[in-house]
């Protein structure tokens, strides 16, 4: 009996938590961060103020998760596109250039989020939770090219390091851009003519 009164519990803990952050981000997205309060989103979220602050600590750890959560969409589509079995090893890596570029500029909710949130939550930390959502895919799809012969004699980490930033930097000029979609069709020349460079068979 008491399992199952607490995983009704857990059950309703993971639907306020849900609840609240799918208003925050609805309101973060129209509002901005500064324009938005805790008890904003505890009226669109239908909850307390306190059930707000039994979740998150404050304004800005809800923004945080929202955000996280955005950027994670992201790379969950770029990693389901990258994986596709007719794929070349090559392909994937440009695939997945292509289809971060193509979400950020189809997705104005995660535009504005990345407008805001070095502004919100400092360059150093907005790097620490970019870095842990995409690094791994970026290392990832680098070690299986050098295992293959197929990338310059170049450290990985390094590359992989220099690669997430460019991809950063990518993202937010298509966030900052009047026009996303030209935006990002003009990253993405740049963005795949950088990352050919790194091929084995690349001319010097």
Known sequence: ????????????????????LDAARKLFVENGFDATSVDD???????????????????????????????????????AAAVAPDLEPWERAEVAARTALS???????????????????????????????ALPLIRGLLEELKRLELLRPVDVETT????????????LAIALAADPDAASRE???????????LRADASP
Request: hydrophobic share 45%; no cysteine; aromatic share 6%.
């Open 103 to 133: 979400r950020y500029a189809a997705e104005p909710d995660t535009r504005s989020l990345l407008r805001q949130v070095t502004g919100v939550l400092g360059e150093e930390r907005t790097r620490a939770v970019d870095s842990e959502i």
């Open 41 to 79: 989103i505890a009226r669109e979220s239908q909850l307390s103020k306190g059930a707000v602050y039994h979740h998150f600590h404050d304004k800005q750890q809800v923004f945080a998760e929202v955000y996280r959560a955005a950027a994670t969409e992201v790379i969950s589509v770029v990693a």
């Open 187 to 197: 990253v993405e020349i740049v963005m795949l003519s950088m990352l050919r460079g």
């Open 160 to 171: 992989a390091q220099m690669v997430f930033r460019l991809l950063a930097e990518a993202s």
């Open 1 to 20: 009996m008491g399992e199952v009164k607490a995983s009704r519990r857990d059950m309703y803990a993971a639907l306020t938590r849900t609840a609240i």
